[in-house]
């Protein structure tokens, strides 16, 4: 039995190794790689561009000329996801970013992400989101509670993200396993752990951010 523990463990170690790699961040960086420090709105944008790569909409979503992530109380997230989408494209489509006034200007987006400042209005304003295509992330202690799929969250002063299974499948969302297991936490399903960890620094790219940032960062 051993050998295939070792066989399994190897291929999860090279799983992550894959997902951590094709996370880089699409911003600049400054030419001095042991001075690598980016503003927390910057990650939080590199992540969300890169979640569309892991999540599986229904065929109905993408049939739009663009993809469209969706913005509301998060207006400097915006602004950084405006860089970092700018001549990409997700699933064939080009990306625009729409900052909502108000929630019921989400038609037609795939993703939306809710920034912390909208926290108290989560409960209702995601419940009536429930059941439709949209990966919901959010900026807020309990997100996943009050219905988001995706939630950013500080562990040890590094940006880390948690999933919802529930509340993906109530949207009609697969969410690949390979992100799952870079997630910090998993609610609705087996846990796959990501801690098998953080791979060395020398099998990424050189110098760099910390573990938890190099998820959308090289």
């Excluded at 999860?12 to 951590?20: G, H, M, P, S």
């Excluded at 065929?59 to 860089?83: H, K, N, R, V, Y």
């Excluded at 929630?103 to 809710?114: N, R």
Aim: charged share 15%; hydrophobic share 45%; glycine share 6%.
């Amino acid at each position: 039995m051993r050998p295939r523990t070792h066989q399994r463990s190897g291929r999860v170690l090279r799983q992550t190794l894959t997902l951590l790699a094709s996370l880089a961040a699409l911003i600049p960086v400054p030419a001095a790689r042991a001075q690598l420090e980016y503003a927390p709105e910057a990650v939080k944008a590199a992540f969300l561009y890169r979640f569309a790569a892991y999540v599986q909409w229904p065929a109905e979503s993408m049939a739009q000329p663009q993809f469209t992530i969706a913005t509301l109380c998060g207006d400097q997230i915006a602004d950084q996801l405006d860089q970092v989408v700018s001549g990409h494209s997700i699933a064939g489509l080009p990306v625009q970013v729409h900052r909502l006034q108000r929630l019921s200007d989400v038609d037609g987006a795939q993703m939306l992400f809710v920034g912390s400042s909208c926290s108290e209005e989560l409960s209702v304003s995601l419940s009536a989101l429930a059941a439709r295509p949209i990966l919901i992330v959010t900026d807020a202690e309990g997100g996943l509670h009050e219905g988001a799929t995706i939630n950013f969250i500080s562990v040890n002063q590094h940006i880390r993200f948690e999933v919802s299974l529930l509340s993906a499948q109530r949207s009609g969302l697969k969410i690949s396993s390979e992100l799952l297991s870079v997630a910090a936490r998993v609610l609705g399903g087996s846990r796959i752990r990501s801690s098998a960890g953080c791979p060395p620094m020398s099998s990424l790219a050189g110098d760099g951010p910390s573990c938890p940032q190099r998820l959308a960062f090289q």
